[in-house]
């Protein structure tokens, strides 16, 4: 069974600094993705990034980067120069073998802070 | 490009009513998918649909109904709503097969009185 653990449910961060949200999976899929999804407070949920499970290189997407260790099963993310508008619930996420059914972690809540 | 629209946005109802969430989507994406999102446990799948007419259960199916008799659209029923479906309900869509990557509407907040 698929399994996504975040174990901060709150983080703060000063403006303009870097922060990492971790993220722990497990799976006995070969092939797997990883993705990190953004919440607002307003509640849409936006695309961050995405990892797929045989990549060489982590994926990095503007200021946000995924450090992906497969031994270590993580897949933290990485928001550098944080800005007051990365202020949101931050969700990792893991597809299995059914494309698109993804499972989801429980959510770390982002501050950031002039 | 509307992408994926739900409706309503906002629902209220008593225990024992049925409710039925809309989803629509422009893109004929194949796959379409409802979570929903309760504080402390994240996104939990209810049901999912490869295509017309296919649907599967997922995490937390009881009490849901789903049907999809077009590509576009995959309503969600709640056919005897309880208190313990309060709850804000995504649907969504795979925008890239490579990826898995989902496209989410705005979702619907659903409050059972």
């Known amino acids: 069974a698929q399994k996504i653990t975040q174990t901060q449910p709150g983080m703060f961060v000063q403006e303009k600094e870097a922060v990492t949200l971790d993220c722990t999976y497990d799976?006995?899929?070969?092939?797997?993705?990883l993705f990190w999804y953004k919440q607002p407070s307003s509640g849409e949920m936006i695309f961050l990034i995405y990892?797929?499970?045989?990549?060489?290189q982590n994926a990095t997407e503007g200021r946000y980067s995924l450090n992906f260790q497969k031994a270590r099963k993580s897949a933290n993310l990485v928001i550098s120069a944080s800005q007051l508008g990365d202020s949101a619930m931050y969700f990792c996420?893991?597809?299995?073998?059914?494309?698109?059914?993804?499972?989801f972690g429980r959510g770390t809540q982002l501050t950031v802070w002039p | 490009d509307a992408g994926i629209t739900q409706s309503p946005r906002y629902k209220i109802t008593e225990t024992g009513r049925q409710v039925t969430l809309m989803c629509h989507q422009t893109?004929?994406?194949?796959?379409m998918f409802w979570y929903r999102q309760d504080l402390g446990h994240g996104l939990r799948l209810i049901y999912y649909?490869?295509?017309?007419?296919?649907?599967d259960k997922g995490e937390v199916p009881d009490g849901y109904v789903v049907s999809r008799s077009k590509t576009e659209n995959f309503p969600l029923t709640l056919e005897s709503a309880t208190r313990s479906q309060t709850s804000v309900y995504f649907c969504?869509?795979?925008?890239?097969?490579?990826?898995?990557?989902?496209?989410f509407g705005e979702g619907s907040r659903l409050t059972v009185l």
């Open positions: 990892q797929g499970s045989y990549d060489q």
């Open positions: 996420a893991m597809r299995g073998s059914t494309l698109g059914r993804l499972y």
């Open positions: 649909s490869a295509a017309a007419d296919i649907t």
């Open positions: 799976t006995s899929d070969p092939s797997y993705g």
């Open positions: 969504a869509s795979v925008g890239l097969a490579e990826t898995g990557e989902l496209f």
């Open positions: 893109w004929s994406h194949s796959y």
